[in-house]
């Protein structure tokens, strides 16, 4: 695929200003499609959403954290602008241009954030290992975080026009409100997604590097094989409990994410079965065991416990609700955190009784490569 994006440049100049002057927006593109859309909220603060509940009757973008005991609050964007693609007039930019409401972006505090390193990876890895053979939890999914400095001819909007172009099949984001930070991410995974009357969801996991061959190639071991199981039938079981019984669910098949390939199985059912109670859904499923692990409960303790950096945003959910429409919301993967001066990476990686803690620490490094190996790039000025 063409590496080189084409470029949207009144989109760029948007996403530039609302970067720097710290106004809530989002610019997102739904897998395989080609339409970008940047929502902006510059009259008001996102909205701080206190009850799940409210995302029923919810319009907007939402973005929540994986663990609200530790990692942040749940925000609403709702739009007083809407574009598609580089339908964005000069006098938008000029009006935009002249919003100090926000504040400047800020730096990062070097202080609470550090990459984590290969040994205390490693050693998590391995002190989950034990938790599991003595029977604490099934799955737990260990996570890292990687500080960077920017690089010097690195530009935002550049960089998310690029990622839009390098893969077709992720949901890519660009957003930023003003108490949640400013991230962007190019991920694999729906959480809840709804096409006309169905409602979607899927089971991800096993992870191994892309090498060109065809998917169907790809051989899995027993433990890559449970712990996509393990996601399996915690949705299926989650649907059950919740009263959806008339699910469809397709046969486990290779999927190319990036430079990665995935096991992965989809869920459909119709819409009206989650009657109108979507936040009842969200919050049985979030976080699945791809991102936190099983029993959910003990694997989240032992997360919160042993992982020395606070995952914030990452392995947790974001997209937009439409009372109407539905929802488009994904699982906050493959992604990254902006800060003036620096990008902090994060990865994570499933445990289980057969993991090695090395294999462990390779399958985080290829996930990170997703965004990082196409961080330098030439930018135009902004």
């Avoid at 593109?29 to 339409?35: A, D, G, K, V, Y």
């Avoid at 737990?140 to 690029?162: G, M, N, R």
């Avoid at 669910?249 to 459909?268: I, M, P, T």
């Avoid at 620096?342 to 965004?371: F, P, Q, R």
């Amino acid at each position: 695929m063409n590496d080189k994006p084409d470029f949207l440049p009144a989109l760029a100049a948007l996403q530039s200003i609302c970067h720097r002057r710290n106004i809530p927006f989002v610019s997102y593109r739904l897998p395989q499609q080609s339409i970008i859309n940047t929502l902006v909220q510059y009259q008001s603060w996102p909205k701080e959403i206190e009850n799940f509940e409210e995302l029923n009757t919810a319009n907007g973008f939402v973005i929540s954290p994986f663990s609200h005991k530790t990692d942040g609050k749940t925000y609403l964007l709702e739009p007083d602008l809407a574009f598609s693609n580089n339908e964005v007039t000069a006098a938008t930019i000029d009006l935009l241009s002249r919003n100090d409401s926000f504040g400047l972006e800020l730096q990062i505090d070097k202080t609470k954030f550090e990459t984590t390193t290969k040994e205390a990876f490693e050693n998590n890895v391995n002190t989950a290992i034990a938790a599991i053979n003595n029977a604490e939890f099934r799955k737990v999914v260990v996570s890292k975080t990687h500080l960077i400095d920017k690089p010097d001819d690195f530009w935002a909007p550049l960089f998310y026009q690029k990622l839009c172009n390098l893969y077709p099949n992720a949901y890519i984001y660009f957003v930023q409100m003003p108490n949640a930070g400013c991230w962007m991410g190019a991920t694999p995974e729906p959480l809840l997604v709804t096409e006309n009357n169905l409602m979607r969801t899927v089971s991800l996991a096993g992870t191994q590097a892309f090498t060109g061959l065809d998917l169907e190639k790809y051989v899995w071991t027993e433990k890559e094989l449970d712990e996509q199981a393990i996601v399996t039938n915690f949705i299926a079981k989650t649907l059950t409990e919740y009263g959806i019984t008339a699910f469809t669910k397709s046969e486990v098949e290779n999927y190319r994410a990036a430079n990665l390939v995935h096991l992965k199985s989809g869920f459909e059912f119709e819409k009206s079965a989650i009657k109108n109670d979507l936040s009842k859904l969200i919050t049985a499923l979030h976080p699945t065991p791809s991102v936190g692990g099983l029993p959910r409960a003990n694997a989240v303790d032992f997360i919160l416990k042993n992982e020395k950096h606070k995952r914030s945003y990452y392995t947790g959910f974001l997209g937009t609700l439409n009372i109407e429409s539905g929802c488009q919301l994904f699982v906050n993967l493959r992604c990254m955190q902006l800060f003036r001066d620096n990008i902090l990476l994060y990865s994570g990686a499933g445990i289980t009784a057969s993991s090695v803690a090395e294999k462990e620490w390779i399958e985080t490094e290829n996930k990170m490569e997703t965004l990082k190996k196409h961080l330098t790039l030439i930018a135009p000025s902004p």
